[in-house]
Protein backbone atom coordinates (compact mmCIF):
# COMPACT_ATOMS: atom_id res chain seq x y z
CA UNK A 1 0.00 0.00 0.00
CA UNK A 2 1.08 3.68 -0.77
CA UNK A 3 0.63 6.60 1.80
CA UNK A 4 -0.01 10.00 1.19
CA UNK A 5 3.91 10.97 0.85
CA UNK A 6 4.25 7.83 -1.91
CA UNK A 7 6.32 5.86 0.38
CA UNK A 8 5.71 2.09 0.33
CA UNK A 9 4.06 1.03 3.22
CA UNK A 10 4.34 -2.72 4.58
CA UNK A 11 1.81 -3.98 6.79
CA UNK A 12 0.84 -7.72 7.34
CA UNK A 13 -2.92 -8.49 7.30
CA UNK A 14 -2.53 -8.37 11.12
CA UNK A 15 -1.47 -4.83 11.61
CA UNK A 16 -3.59 -1.60 11.57
CA UNK A 17 -4.40 -0.53 8.21
CA UNK A 18 -6.73 1.99 8.33
CA UNK A 19 -7.71 5.27 10.32
CA UNK A 20 -10.75 3.40 11.17
CA UNK A 21 -8.79 1.02 13.28
CA UNK A 22 -7.19 3.82 15.30
CA UNK A 23 -10.92 3.87 16.74
CA UNK A 24 -10.66 0.47 16.88
CA UNK A 25 -7.71 0.02 19.53
CA UNK A 26 -9.44 2.03 22.05
CA UNK A 27 -11.89 -1.29 22.60
CA UNK A 28 -9.22 -3.57 22.24
CA UNK A 29 -8.41 -5.50 25.83
CA UNK A 30 -4.98 -4.68 27.36
CA UNK A 31 -3.47 -8.03 26.66
CA UNK A 32 -4.55 -7.42 22.69
CA UNK A 33 -3.13 -4.18 22.76
CA UNK A 34 0.33 -5.70 23.92
CA UNK A 35 0.02 -8.20 21.33
CA UNK A 36 -0.59 -5.87 18.55
CA UNK A 37 2.47 -3.62 19.95
CA UNK A 38 4.38 -6.75 19.38
CA UNK A 39 3.18 -7.15 15.74
CA UNK A 40 3.61 -3.97 15.09
CA UNK A 41 7.36 -2.92 16.76
CA UNK A 42 8.37 -5.72 16.96
CA UNK A 43 10.65 -5.41 20.25
CA UNK A 44 9.51 -6.23 23.50
CA UNK A 45 6.75 -3.94 25.54
CA UNK A 46 8.37 -1.13 28.40
CA UNK A 47 7.59 -3.25 31.59
CA UNK A 48 4.33 -2.69 32.73
CA UNK A 49 3.15 0.17 30.22
CA UNK A 50 -0.01 2.16 30.51
CA UNK A 51 -3.51 1.46 28.15
CA UNK A 52 -3.54 5.10 27.14
CA UNK A 53 0.32 4.79 26.21
CA UNK A 54 -0.07 1.85 24.27
CA UNK A 55 -2.87 2.99 22.59
CA UNK A 56 -1.09 6.31 22.02
CA UNK A 57 1.93 4.80 20.95
CA UNK A 58 0.04 2.42 18.39
CA UNK A 59 -2.08 5.11 16.85
CA UNK A 60 1.23 7.59 16.45
CA UNK A 61 2.74 4.28 14.34
CA UNK A 62 -0.31 3.78 12.28
CA UNK A 63 -0.07 7.49 11.18
CA UNK A 64 3.32 7.54 10.92
CA UNK A 65 3.63 4.26 8.62
CA UNK A 66 0.77 5.55 6.65
CA UNK A 67 1.66 9.44 6.33
CA UNK A 68 5.09 9.59 7.44
CA UNK A 69 6.95 11.11 10.45
CA UNK A 70 7.12 14.52 11.10
CA UNK A 71 9.74 16.65 10.30
CA UNK A 72 12.49 17.56 12.78
CA UNK A 73 11.82 20.75 12.42
CA UNK A 74 8.31 20.03 13.56
CA UNK A 75 9.19 18.11 16.60
CA UNK A 76 11.76 20.61 17.79
CA UNK A 77 8.65 23.33 17.76
CA UNK A 78 6.69 20.83 19.62
CA UNK A 79 9.30 20.34 22.03
CA UNK A 80 9.83 23.72 23.05
CA UNK A 81 6.08 24.51 22.80
CA UNK A 82 6.11 21.64 25.83
CA UNK A 83 8.73 23.31 27.51
CA UNK A 84 7.30 26.64 27.85
CA UNK A 85 3.96 24.58 28.85
CA UNK A 86 5.48 22.51 31.28
CA UNK A 87 6.82 26.04 32.61
CA UNK A 88 3.11 27.65 32.90
CA UNK A 89 3.88 30.01 29.64
CA UNK A 90 1.09 30.74 27.27
CA UNK A 91 1.15 30.89 23.08
CA UNK A 92 -0.66 32.45 20.72
CA UNK A 93 -0.73 31.39 17.37
CA UNK A 94 1.20 32.92 14.79
CA UNK A 95 -0.64 33.59 11.22
CA UNK A 96 2.12 34.16 8.63
CA UNK A 97 -0.30 35.68 6.55
CA UNK A 98 -2.71 38.68 7.45
CA UNK A 99 -5.67 38.42 5.59
CA UNK A 100 -6.84 41.44 3.19
CA UNK A 101 -9.42 43.54 4.97
CA UNK A 102 -8.06 42.31 8.53
CA UNK A 103 -8.36 45.85 10.71
CA UNK A 104 -5.58 45.92 13.02
CA UNK A 105 -5.91 48.59 16.13
CA UNK A 106 -3.34 49.73 18.47
CA UNK A 107 -2.64 52.44 21.38
CA UNK A 108 -0.21 53.80 21.36
CA UNK A 109 0.78 56.42 23.62
CA UNK A 110 -2.96 57.80 24.15
CA UNK A 111 -3.56 57.43 20.17
CA UNK A 112 -5.64 54.67 18.67
CA UNK A 113 -3.68 54.15 15.44
CA UNK A 114 -6.01 51.86 12.87
CA UNK A 115 -3.99 50.13 10.05
CA UNK A 116 -6.11 48.20 6.84
CA UNK A 117 -4.51 44.58 5.41
CA UNK A 118 -4.60 44.86 1.76
CA UNK A 119 -3.74 42.49 -1.10
CA UNK A 120 -0.53 44.20 -1.18
CA UNK A 121 0.64 46.07 1.75
CA UNK A 122 -1.01 47.80 4.61
CA UNK A 123 -3.07 51.04 4.12
CA UNK A 124 -2.66 53.57 7.27
CA UNK A 125 -3.79 56.91 7.38
CA UNK A 126 -4.20 57.13 3.69
CA UNK A 127 -0.98 55.72 2.22
CA UNK A 128 0.11 52.67 1.40
CA UNK A 129 2.99 50.80 3.07
CA UNK A 130 5.02 47.79 2.33
CA UNK A 131 5.03 46.29 5.92
CA UNK A 132 3.73 46.75 9.29
CA UNK A 133 7.15 47.50 10.63
CA UNK A 134 7.38 50.50 8.61
CA UNK A 135 4.06 51.68 9.88
CA UNK A 136 5.26 50.83 13.49
CA UNK A 137 8.36 52.80 12.91
CA UNK A 138 5.79 55.67 11.83
CA UNK A 139 4.04 55.80 15.03
CA UNK A 140 6.78 55.04 17.60
CA UNK A 141 9.79 56.69 15.83
CA UNK A 142 11.66 53.66 16.88
CA UNK A 143 12.48 50.68 15.12
CA UNK A 144 9.89 47.63 15.92
CA UNK A 145 9.04 44.27 14.62
CA UNK A 146 5.48 45.33 12.81
CA UNK A 147 3.61 42.04 13.81
CA UNK A 148 5.00 42.32 17.29
CA UNK A 149 3.69 46.23 17.89
CA UNK A 150 0.36 45.22 16.65
CA UNK A 151 -0.13 41.57 18.94
CA UNK A 152 0.28 39.39 15.85
CA UNK A 153 3.37 37.76 17.27
CA UNK A 154 4.22 36.81 21.17
CA UNK A 155 7.34 37.92 22.36
CA UNK A 156 9.56 35.32 23.33
CA UNK A 157 10.65 34.82 27.09
CA UNK A 158 14.16 36.73 27.78
CA UNK A 159 16.97 34.19 29.16
CA UNK A 160 18.43 35.49 32.10
CA UNK A 161 21.54 36.48 32.52
CA UNK A 162 24.41 34.20 34.57
CA UNK A 163 24.84 35.48 37.51
CA UNK A 164 28.53 36.28 38.65
CA UNK A 165 28.31 33.37 40.94
CA UNK A 166 27.28 30.52 38.75
CA UNK A 167 30.68 31.81 36.13
CA UNK A 168 32.72 31.14 39.19
Not at 29 to 49: A, C, D, G, H, V
Not at 105 to 120: C, S, Y
Not at 139 to 161: E, Y
Request: hydrophobic share 40%; with cysteine.
Amino acid sequence: MWGRRGLMVTLSANCIETPADIKELVSLSTEELRMRWMQIFKRLLPPNPRREFLIGSLAYELQVRTHGALKARSLGALGLFAKDLAKGLQHQTESKAIRPGTRLLRTWQGDTHEVLALEKGFSYRGETYASLSVIARCITGARWSGPLFFGLKVPRPKKPKPSMEEGA
